[in-house]
């Protein structure tokens, strides 16, 4: 069988949508580089909110058209008869498609999540937690540095919860990791704050190691504590100001990233204005903005939501927001030598590299693969200047 790959959504889906095809092109079938060669097309699916699920569903209505055979993995659990599912855990251990000029490579950790959450389809699609093992995860990152890649991504829904299942934890895999020989950096994927809490100390000690980016994402969606009890997070807003803390003491120059849902039920501009309040106070490098989206088959799908011009006014409010405070973060790193590692390409014949607080650097010039010492000499909204 010949088979084309789209890969659609966040890493951790990208990467499983590699490993699938590496799977396949064990049994004997090829793989190639457009949809017209192929006899079937794999799409890894994406369907964090309701416009892209109905994406997906066109697109894989578009490709039925074509007269090709359809493979689904990922989250999408709405497909149709004819339609062939995968289900990625039977091809765990193949490593994902590390192509030319791509040298950052995604690692599932685990599969699933014990949480909650009453908007969260991912959560319905993948089942509950199933921690991967810990030899085999080391095994992959070894090989993946050994073809050259130079930035591991570890990856799940929720990276913070690693372990729980077993006998192990998200700080003890990354301290094996850090300990592989070779030149790679490693980036740590989003944790739930009820998670982070109770591994963070551990976790700040291991991402002391030169070999990890000083980046934490960590979500906390509302700053509206009845939100948040209507979302079915189990932690108080606290207890994600706490970990936050931590990770700034530790690290003042590190990257934060997070998450907010404008627009979930029972949400109130008072309870809006605590949310800007707790983005105001914790000054996130990267601050995701979605709008909520009906889910069905979640809990919360009937539940009424907010006016929609109420949403998008606030959705509006907090991305100027991340932006005067991402220009001020930036403009710190004005005037200063770094050690840069090159990873992609960029617009106009430039190259993108990051310091070890994980910032996007461009620079004029530069091999992928590449360290080089930079000095900053400007800064934008989302990224520096080097040269």
């Given at each position: 069988m010949k088979f084309y790959l789209e890969n659609y959504g966040c890493t951790l889906n990208q990467a499983q949508g590699e490993m699938i095809a590496n799977s396949l092109i064990s049994q004997g079938n090829q793989l190639v580089e457009d949809v017209e060669s192929a006899d079937s097309v794999l799409i890894s699916t994406c369907v964090v909110i309701k416009h892209t699920e109905?994406?997906?569903?066109?697109r894989i209505e578009q490709v039925r058209n074509q007269g090709k055979d359809v493979i689904v993995s990922g989250c999408l659990t709405?497909?149709?008869?004819d339609v062939k599912r995968l289900d990625f855990s039977v091809s765990y251990g193949k490593l994902p498609i590390l192509k030319d000029g791509n040298l950052s490579a995604g690692v599932p950790i685990a599969e699933g999540c014990d949480g909650g959450c009453t908007f969260c389809i991912s959560r319905i699609a993948r089942g509950r937690l199933k921690s991967f093992n810990e030899d085999d995860i080391v095994r992959s990152v070894r090989e993946l540095v050994n073809r050259g890649a130079k930035e591991i991504r570890l990856t799940a829904l929720?990276?913070?919860?690693?372990?729980?299942?077993?006998s192990t934890s998200l700080p003890a895999l990354v301290s094996r990791i850090a300990g592989i020989d070779g030149d790679f950096k490693i980036r740590i994927g989003m944790m739930e704050p009820e998670n982070a809490g109770s591994i963070i100390d551990d976790l700040l000690g291991v991402m002391r190691s030169g070999k990890v980016y000083k980046f934490l994402h960590i979500p906390f969606q509302s700053g509206d504590q009845v939100v948040l009890r209507k979302m079915g997070r189990q932690y108080r807003i606290e207890r994600f100001l706490e970990v936050v803390r931590k990770f700034r003491a530790e690290f003042p120059a590190g990257m934060l990233s997070t998450d907010v849902i404008v627009g979930f039920p029972n949400e109130t501009v008072e309870g809006l204005r605590e949310t800007a309040r707790v983005i105001r106070e914790v000054r996130p490098e990267i601050l995701n903005v979605t709008r909520y989206s009906p889910r069905p088959g979640t809990a919360a799908y009937s539940w009424k939501t907010p006016p929609s011009n109420q949403t998008a006014q606030w959705s509006q409010i907090f991305s100027e927001l991340h932006r005067d405070i991402s220009v001020d973060s930036l403009k710190r790193f004005v005037g200063i030598e770094e050690e840069v590692l090159i990873t992609e390409t960029g617009k106009n014949r430039t190259v993108v590299g990051r310091d070890e607080n994980y910032h996007p650097v461009v620079l004029k010039s530069g091999r992928l693969g590449e360290r080089r010492i930079v000095k900053i000499f400007d800064s934008s909204k989302f990224y520096l200047l080097g040269r």
């Amino acid at each position: 069988m010949k088979f084309y790959l789209e890969n659609y959504g966040c890493t951790l889906n990208q990467a499983q949508g590699e490993m699938i095809a590496n799977s396949l092109i064990s049994q004997g079938n090829q793989l190639v580089e457009d949809v017209e060669s192929a006899d079937s097309v794999l799409i890894s699916t994406c369907v964090v909110i309701k416009h892209t699920e109905d994406r997906m569903l066109r697109r894989i209505e578009q490709v039925r058209n074509q007269g090709k055979d359809v493979i689904v993995s990922g989250c999408l659990t709405n497909v149709p008869e004819d339609v062939k599912r995968l289900d990625f855990s039977v091809s765990y251990g193949k490593l994902p498609i590390l192509k030319d000029g791509n040298l950052s490579a995604g690692v599932p950790i685990a599969e699933g999540c014990d949480g909650g959450c009453t908007f969260c389809i991912s959560r319905i699609a993948r089942g509950r937690l199933k921690s991967f093992n810990e030899d085999d995860i080391v095994r992959s990152v070894r090989e993946l540095v050994n073809r050259g890649a130079k930035e591991i991504r570890l990856t799940a829904l929720d990276t913070g919860s690693y372990g729980q299942d077993s006998s192990t934890s998200l700080p003890a895999l990354v301290s094996r990791i850090a300990g592989i020989d070779g030149d790679f950096k490693i980036r740590i994927g989003m944790m739930e704050p009820e998670n982070a809490g109770s591994i963070i100390d551990d976790l700040l000690g291991v991402m002391r190691s030169g070999k990890v980016y000083k980046f934490l994402h960590i979500p906390f969606q509302s700053g509206d504590q009845v939100v948040l009890r209507k979302m079915g997070r189990q932690y108080r807003i606290e207890r994600f100001l706490e970990v936050v803390r931590k990770f700034r003491a530790e690290f003042p120059a590190g990257m934060l990233s997070t998450d907010v849902i404008v627009g979930f039920p029972n949400e109130t501009v008072e309870g809006l204005r605590e949310t800007a309040r707790v983005i105001r106070e914790v000054r996130p490098e990267i601050l995701n903005v979605t709008r909520y989206s009906p889910r069905p088959g979640t809990a919360a799908y009937s539940w009424k939501t907010p006016p929609s011009n109420q949403t998008a006014q606030w959705s509006q409010i907090f991305s100027e927001l991340h932006r005067d405070i991402s220009v001020d973060s930036l403009k710190r790193f004005v005037g200063i030598e770094e050690e840069v590692l090159i990873t992609e390409t960029g617009k106009n014949r430039t190259v993108v590299g990051r310091d070890e607080n994980y910032h996007p650097v461009v620079l004029k010039s530069g091999r992928l693969g590449e360290r080089r010492i930079v000095k900053i000499f400007d800064s934008s909204k989302f990224y520096l200047l080097g040269r």
